[in-house]
């Protein structure tokens, strides 16, 4: 299992992805979901993965070794809807490949991406590419996407993150939306990858990698379930903690 979350803000595009990768208890194994293609002054890409890992492996490895022919690639497409497309389809083959009449149902071929980032001439653009190869773009009211073990960190993105998020805001919260996604979930590990990407930069993306005694995130963990932890204790109780309680129902012994 992985996560890995991405936003869509008005300022620029914010990536972070986690590394471990499981396939049993005693499978445990770090590889990287996190995947950037460039051309400085013309675009960047990041490209984060999660599901099956030879599937999204192979889906890399065509898309690298397509970039530099005269095939359609991910360096020559003139905008990122383009892009996403060929990605999706590129998804498609690989999965055709392996389990060309979809018979080995015992087996999860599938896998999921998320595709972001700015062509010259165009805005910024994030996609969310699905295990069938079709997609959906975030908007502004939509502005962030998640694939993987998404549950646990959803809910302080709800909270936090819009459109307007300053990229400094939106990268602290994707490490507490890790933060509260690792401590319910051990298949979601460190280190943490994190890309940033300003609007109209069309240069390599501010690129972190956050290591398990990385100050900053211990720092930050420790703010955080304090935080929370006072913030309950400060909440007004509910009526009956104030008065006898007595159930509404008849209570038998045993």
């Not at 998804?91 to 060309?100: F, G, K, L, Y």
């Not at 998320?114 to 502004?140: D, K």
């Not at 379930?225 to 006898?244: M, N, R, W, Y």
Request: aromatic fraction near 10%; charged fraction near 20%; proline fraction near 6%.
């Amino acid at each position: 299992m992985t996560y890995c979350v991405a936003m869509r803000l008005a300022d620029g595009l914010v990536f972070a992805s986690d590394s471990r990768t499981n396939a049993g208890f005693d499978q445990i194994s770090t590889f990287r979901k996190m995947h950037v293609f460039e051309q400085p002054g013309e675009r960047e890409l990041v490209l984060l993965s999660a599901g099956n890992l030879a599937t999204s492996q192979s889906v890399i490895s065509l898309l690298e070794r397509r970039v530099g022919t005269d095939a359609a690639n991910v360096l020559n497409t003139a905008s990122m809807f383009e892009t996403a497309e060929i990605v999706g389809q590129t998804m498609r083959e690989v999965i055709r490949r392996d389990n060309p009449d979809g018979k080995l149902n015992h087996v999860d071929f599938s896998c999921s991406l998320i595709l972001g980032g700015q062509i010259r001439g165009e805005a910024p653009r994030l996609f969310n590419i699905y295990p069938e190869g079709n997609f959906i773009e975030a908007t502004e009211e939509t502005p962030y996407f998640q694939i993987g073990e998404s549950k646990y960190g959803k809910p302080i993105l709800d909270r936090v993150i819009n459109f307007r998020t300053p990229l400094d805001r939106a990268y602290q919260c994707a490490l507490i939306s890790f933060d509260s996604t690792m401590k319910s979930n051990l298949s979601v590990g460190m280190p943490l990858d994190i890309a940033i990407y300003r609007k109209d930069a069309l240069k390599p993306c501010l690129t972190e990698q956050v290591e398990e005694h990385c100050a900053y995130f211990e720092t930050l963990r420790q703010q955080w379930h304090q935080g929370i932890q006072d913030l309950f204790v400060g909440l007004e109780p509910p009526a009956l903690s104030k008065t006898d309680y007595s159930p509404p129902y008849p209570v038998s012994s045993m």
